[in-house]
Each structure stands twice: as structure tokens, then as C-alpha cells.
Antibody, heavy 126, light 107 residues
Framework: EVRLLDSGGGLVQPGGSLRLSCGAS????????MAWVRQAPGKGLEWVST????????YYGDSVKGRFTMSRDYSGNTVYLQMDSLRAEDAALYYC???????????????????WGQGTRVTVSS | SYELTQAPSVSVSPGQTARITCSGD??????VYWYQQKPGQAPVMVMY???ERPSGIPERFSGSSSGTVVTLTISGVQAEDEADYYC???????????FGTGTRVTV
């Protein structure tokens, strides 16, 4: 059974840092792209970042580019989101998600989020 | 980057049909995925590649696509279908993902 366990959220001051973790079980993260998606209180879903199955490529949304870093630990089957220079607008519930691929023009592209963690809450406040 | 637009809310009586649309210029070339999110829960996918229903999703959920507009239809809406619904797409290189603005379905 596929499971994702998000953790690491908490209260941090503006300008501070936080590292989120997502422990995966039931599959190997070496075979799938993984992502973080966030949801501010009362707001919609926002894609934050993706790491490729090989771990060699990372992609970020415009609102976090240059401040957040996604990485993975193969031995622990865990992905991380290092969040630096946090702002009030980064406050949200952060979900870890597994990506599923579909063929686009003959190439398998990670396209949709088929499994989600339960989310970990990040609060940014002084 | 690009945007996906959804109506903020749809209200429907039990047994009626709810239609939730997602529009965006890129949708003429890209697939759309639909997620259902109930309060306090993580999203669950209810439709993929515009018209395909995952296993376990009731047959009353269906999808269609026409040009730059993709529609999620819930036929014979039940009280348990009350939730927020989000469409989602990805660029053709798999480097940028976007969610629609979300539609709250009230039954």
C-alpha cells in the first residue's frame, strides 16, 4: 500500500527556515517523480516543487524559486523541502504527493498527483 | 506560466446534474486532471486525461473536453459529492504544474 507521511511543519518567524520531510512507503521514490503542493488557509491548491525520478532535476513554482530547495534521500525513501527566507504568504498546509506519468508525444511525463500525504502545517508569524 | 479558470461555486439539488468547467488557453493541447477535496482531507483524483475515471470513482462522474474548456460532470449528485473540485494540468515538458481556481459544489 502506498503511503506518504508528511512532517516538519511548525511556527517560524518571517525570514526564517524550515525543512519538511515526506516519508514514502509501498513504492521506491527512485522510480517516480515527487512533488510538494501547498494550500493556504481557505485558498486553493498551489504546486510548489517537483523532483524527478532520477533526483537530478528539480522544478519550482515562481513564488518559491530561489528560496525553496527540494531534495531526496534514497536510503530513507524520503523527500525533503528546505524552505528559506520564509514569508507570511508561505503559510499553508504543505502536501507531499507522488506523481504518475502519462505518454505525451511518446515521452513519459509526470503529469498528475496520484497519492497525497496528509499535509503538514507551516505558520509564518512573528 | 498560464492559468486555469473555474467558477467559484455550483449549487445543485440531490439527484440533479452538476457541471464544473475548467478553461485555459493551453487546454487545447494538454490533458486535465480533476481532484475532489473534502474539508480537512487531502485531494483525491476523480478524473484523469480529461475523460478517464480512476478505479473506485463512481460512474456518475464523467469528463469531457471541447477546445480550451474541459468539463467534469456529476450526474445524479449525492450529498457525499459536496466538496471543492480542482482541475490541474501540466506543460508538455513536465516542468510546470498548475491548478485551477477551484469550484465549491454545494448539494
Amino acid at each position: 500500500e502506498v503511503r506518504l507521511l508528511d512532517s516538519g511543519g511548525g511556527l517560524v518567524q518571517p525570514g526564517g527556515s524550515l525543512r519538511l520531510s515526506c516519508g514514502a512507503s509501498g513504492f521506491a521514490i527512485t522510480s517516480y517523480a515527487m512533488a510538494w503542493v501547498r494550500q493556504a488557509p481557505g485558498k486553493g491548491l498551489e504546486w510548489v516543487s517537483t523532483i524527478s525520478g532520477s533526483g537530478t532535476k528539480t522544478y519550482y513554482g515562481d513564488s518559491v524559486k530561489g528560496r525553496f530547495t527540494m531534495s531526496r534521500d534514497y536510503s530513507g525513501n524520503t523527500v525533503y523541502l528546505q524552505m528559506d527566507s520564509l514569508r507570511a504568504e508561505d503559510a499553508a498546509l504543505y502536501y507531499c504527493a507522488k506523481l504518475a506519468s502519462v505518454p505525451i508525444f511518446g515521452v513519459l511525463i509526470p503529469s498528475y498527483f496520484d497519492y497525497w500525504g496528509q499535509g503538514t502545517r507551516v505558520t509564518v508569524s512573528s | 506560466s498560464y492559468e486555469l479558470t473555474q467558477a467559484p461555486s455550483v449549487s445543485v439539488s440531490p439527484g440533479q446534474t452538476a457541471r464544473i468547467t475548467c478553461s485555459g488557453d493551453a487546454l487545447a493541447k494538454q490533458n486535465v486532471y480533476w481532484y475532489q477535496q473534502k474539508p480537512g482531507q487531502a485531494p483525491v483524483m476523480v478524473m484523469y486525461q480529461d475523460t478517464e475515471r480512476p478505479s473506485g470513482i463512481p460512474e456518475r462522474f464523467s469528463g469531457s473536453s471541447s477546445g480550451t474548456v474541459v468539463t467534469l460532470t456529476i450526474s445524479g449528485v449525492q450529498a457525499e459529492d459536496e466538496a471543492d473540485y480542482y482541475c490541474q494540468s501540466v506543460d508538455t515538458s513536465g516542468t510546470f504544474y498548475v491548478f485551477g481556481t477551484g469550484t465549491r459544489v454545494t448539494v
